[in-house]
């Protein structure tokens, strides 16, 4: 087994971050649980980068893992949420662009696991659109599961990991709860039964207007700022295993 994963700071892992300030996130875990199933080491690459449009995701990304030595028998992908963020936008784009990749990855000989990611809007600033345009994507791309014989995860579905209690304070990350939830599903639709990870239930609460005034400023804000820069949080980053790296047969966290 050799296990690439492609994409945004969804697949990056963001706001699963480890105590040495690292970010582990789903596609580690499912590594993990990849060698832990088969019993066997396995190797695994992520080339994922926060910030990311679907567009390098699906040319710079994809050329960088189907040329790895030697080459991917899995290949993750998941992409769009970045592009939907921004004003405008091309769905039927990103869609056409989400077949090419699979066709590609099929033609090399590779395995495709294609995700949609969880529903952020609830709690966003501008959340309905958001969802809207979520929905029509993960709509459109769900029949390529037939079409291509390859393994679909719908996680804008899942109901459960939509609550707060999944997320990072910036409300647009998952957090180690919210990755651990991802994983599980991903496994048990690759095979490998999984229970999906599901945290107490509490109060769900209401945030202050101190509260909500404080993610604005520390999250909203600088996320507007870099956009009227033309910058993003990607910037001059690469991915975090950029070449394979091996899993052991252990158990996962």
């Given at each position: 087994?050799?296990?690439?994963?492609?994409?945004?700071?969804?697949?990056?892992?963001m706001g699963d971050t480890q105590p040495d300030?690292?970010?582990?996130?789903?596609?580690?875990?499912?590594?993990?649980?990849?060698?832990?199933?088969?019993?066997?080491?396995?190797?695994?690459?992520?080339?994922?980068?926060?910030?990311?449009?679907?567009?390098?995701?699906?040319?710079?990304?994809?050329?960088?893992?189907?040329?790895?030595?030697?080459?991917?028998?899995?290949?993750?992908?998941?992409?769009?949420?970045?592009?939907?963020?921004?004003?405008?936008?091309?769905?039927?784009?990103?869609?056409?662009?989400?077949?090419?990749?699979?066709?590609?990855?099929?033609?090399?000989?590779?395995?495709?696991?294609?995700?949609?990611?969880?529903?952020?809007?609830?709690?966003?600033?501008?959340?309905?659109?958001?969802?809207?345009?979520?929905?029509?994507?993960?709509?459109?791309?769900?029949?390529?599961?037939?079409?291509?014989?390859?393994?679909?995860?719908?996680?804008?579905?899942?109901?459960?990991?939509?609550?707060?209690?999944?997320?990072?304070?910036?409300?647009?990350?998952?957090?180690?709860?919210?990755?651990?939830?991802?994983?599980?599903?991903?496994?048990?639709?690759?095979?490998h039964p999984t229970t999906a990870h599901v945290?107490?239930?509490?109060?769900?609460?209401?945030?202050?207007?101190?509260?909500?005034?404080?993610?604005?400023?520390?999250?909203?804000?600088?996320?507007?700022?870099?956009?009227?820069?033309?910058?993003?949080?990607?910037?001059?980053?690469?991915?975090?295993y950029p070449d394979w790296i091996s899993v052991?047969?252990?158990?996962?966290?």
């Amino acid at each position: 087994m050799r296990y690439v994963a492609i994409g945004d700071s969804f697949t990056e892992g963001m706001g699963d971050t480890q105590p040495d300030g690292s970010e582990r996130g789903w596609a580690d875990l499912v590594a993990a649980g990849l060698a832990a199933g088969l019993g066997e080491p396995i190797r695994y690459a992520n080339l994922a980068i926060r910030g990311r449009l679907l567009r390098p995701i699906v040319t710079e990304q994809l050329d960088a893992a189907l040329a790895l030595d030697p080459k991917p028998t899995l290949l993750s992908l998941n992409g769009g949420g970045n592009d939907m963020m921004r004003p405008g936008g091309d769905l039927t784009a990103l869609v056409e662009m989400t077949e090419r990749a699979i066709r590609r990855c099929l033609d090399s000989g590779v395995q495709v696991l294609l995700l949609s990611g969880p529903d952020p809007s609830g709690r966003l600033p501008l959340g309905g659109m958001m969802r809207r345009k979520g929905e029509i994507l993960t709509a459109a791309v769900a029949p390529f599961a037939q079409r291509y014989g390859l393994t679909f995860v719908d996680v804008f579905h899942d109901r459960e990991i939509r609550r707060p209690g999944y997320w990072s304070a910036d409300r647009l990350h998952l957090n180690a709860a919210g990755h651990r939830r991802v994983a599980g599903l991903v496994l048990t639709a690759l095979g490998h039964p999984t229970t999906a990870h599901v945290i107490d239930s509490g109060p769900a609460g209401r945030a202050g207007l101190l509260a909500e005034a404080r993610y604005y400023r520390e999250h909203v804000l600088p996320w507007v700022q870099r956009r009227l820069r033309g910058q993003s949080s990607g910037d001059h980053r690469t991915g975090k295993y950029p070449d394979w790296i091996s899993v052991p047969a252990a158990q996962p966290a």
